[in-house]
């Protein structure tokens, strides 16, 4: 069974700080890798993606990936209340049709 | 912008009735997906589409079937509604390869 395991948290920090995601996956195929934001009550967002080894930015937001390690993190810098939402990884399946699996999420609390 | 929209966001259904979920997509997207979402289990696929007619089951297919009858539209059908079918639906288009987007969900209630 794939899987994909993220720390439920909550995860809290001070507003202005960095939040730090954390993911493991466990397909050695997987090509590529997502992060949502769902805010309570909402549907998913896409707010980043990432298919190479290393880093990747966004404004606030790096997308980190080490295959070899089966790891990926979002880090969010100088985070505000208004980033306080559950994060959810996903990962592609190797094999095809661009099917994903999804963590659980982390819920991350940034507070003033 | 991509827009994915669900027929409802609330929905109250008895046990036993058929329950008809719709999804449209407008950016000609081949793939369409159903999830459900409950807590601490977070999102698993049921079944999902990657062209007109055809569909695959996800994790979880049991109790549920799909149809596609268009490229923008993808139905979820309870055929007999359980209690434990009480979730958050999710319906995703994506193109191949690339990400997904989601659509606002419906809160299904079987009473």
């Not at chain 2, 309870?78 to 639906?89: D, I």
Request: hydrophobic share 30%.
């Amino acid at each position: 069974q794939k899987e994909v395991e993220q720390n439920s948290g909550p995860l809290s920090v001070p507003e202005g700080a960095i939040a730090s995601l954390n993911c493991t996956y466990s397909d050695r195929g997987s090509q590529s890798f997502f992060w949502y934001r769902q805010y309570s009550g909402k549907s998913p967002e896409l707010i980043m993606f990432i298919y190479s080894n290393g880093d990747k930015e966004d404004g606030r937001f790096t997308a980190q990936l080490n295959k070899a390690s089966q790891y990926v993190s979002l880090l969010i810098r100088d985070s505000q209340p208004s980033d306080s939402a559950t994060y959810l990884c996903a990962v592609s399946l190797s094999g095809g049709y661009n099917k994903l699996i999804f963590g659980a999420g982390t819920r991350l609390a940034v507070h003033p | 912008d991509v827009k994915v929209t669900q027929s409802s966001r609330y929905l109250v259904k008895r046990t036993g009735e058929k329950v008809f979920l719709e999804c449209v997509q407008d950016m000609d997207h081949e793939n369409m997906f159903w999830y459900r979402q409950d807590p601490g289990l977070g999102l698993r696929l049921i079944y999902f589409s990657y062209d007109v007619k055809m569909k695959e089951k996800g994790d979880i297919p049991e109790g549920y079937s799909v149809s596609r009858e268009k490229k923008e539209r993808f139905s979820l059908i309870l055929e007999s509604a359980s209690t434990n079918q009480t979730s958050m639906y999710l319906c995703a288009s994506s193109l191949p390869g690339v990400e997904q987007y989601f659509g606002p969900g419906t809160r299904l209630t079987v009473t």
